[in-house]
């Protein structure tokens, strides 16, 4: 089945530990993007990719990191620069900056 | 700058219930993207509908209508004969021409009671 997968479902972290959040995506779409939301918030980005090789900086960069080394794979990594990482995590991608994007199912990471 | 309003926190109504959930959105391009999206308790967003901004048609899908009014830049969704299973929050959504990412509305939380 085509879709976007994403893990783990829920995540426990350490303070002061970095962690990656993994994505992947088997529909062939060149975009993808990570968005974090709270609790009651809407979806704010942190990073997006448009090709290979190549990413931006979204609204609330600062304390992430993400690399797109493949088409398929976009991890994002929570480093311990992130004041607040305590969150619902979503991946998703689209054909191209112009069409929907597809979410994958999340991740909650909770740092204790 | 883009920006999406959804003035609606939650709403609350009972079965069979029609309901309207307001969007408005601003941007300067004359091409632009508007998007609805559902947010079930599972967490995972799913996508509803796509419009772009020389589409003012309005549109219908089921119990779902939108109606698209680039005069008051509106994009409203209603649906009818509401369910238990719509309880969900749902998403506005914008992207400018040029490829940009979409921006979001802070969501309506919407619960149908049986």
């Known amino acids: 089945d085509g879709g976007i997968t994403q893990s783990p479902k829920y995540l426990f972290r350490k303070e002061g530990q970095n962690v990656t959040l993994s994505c992947e995506q088997n529909?062939?779409?060149?975009?993808m993007y990570w968005y974090r939301q709270d609790p009651g918030q809407g979806l704010r980005l942190i990073y997006y990719?448009?090709?290979?090789?190549?990413?931006q900086k979204g609204d609330i960069a600062e304390g992430y990191s993400v690399s797109r080394e493949k088409k398929e794979s976009f991890p994002l990594t929570v480093t311990s620069a992130q004041k607040n990482p305590t969150a619902f995590y979503l991946c998703?991608?689209?054909?191209?900056?112009?069409?929907?994007?597809?979410f994958g199912p999340g991740t909650r990471l909770t740092v204790l | 700058a883009q920006k999406v309003t959804q003035a609606q926190t939650e709403i609350s109504v009972v079965e069979k219930e029609d309901v309207t959930l307001d969007c408005v959105y601003e941007?300067?391009?004359?091409?632009?993207?508007l998007f609805w999206y559902k947010q079930p308790p599972s967490g995972e967003l799913v996508f509803l509908i796509r419009?772009?901004?020389?589409?003012?048609q309005n549109e219908i899908s089921g119990r779902y209508s939108w109606n698209f009014q680039k005069s008051t830049s509106s994009f409203n969704f209603t649906i009818t004969a509401s369910q238990v299973v719509d309880s969900a929050v749902y998403f506005c959504a914008l992207s400018e021409a040029g490829n940009t990412p979409l921006v979001f509305g802070k969501g309506t939380r919407l619960s149908v009671i049986a």
């Open positions: 941007t300067r391009d004359t091409t632009y993207y």
């Open positions: 529909l062939n779409h060149d975009a």
């Open positions: 998703a991608s689209s054909l191209d900056g112009y069409n929907e994007q597809f």
């Open positions: 990719s448009q090709i290979v090789n190549d990413f």
């Open positions: 419009r772009n901004s020389f589409d003012e």
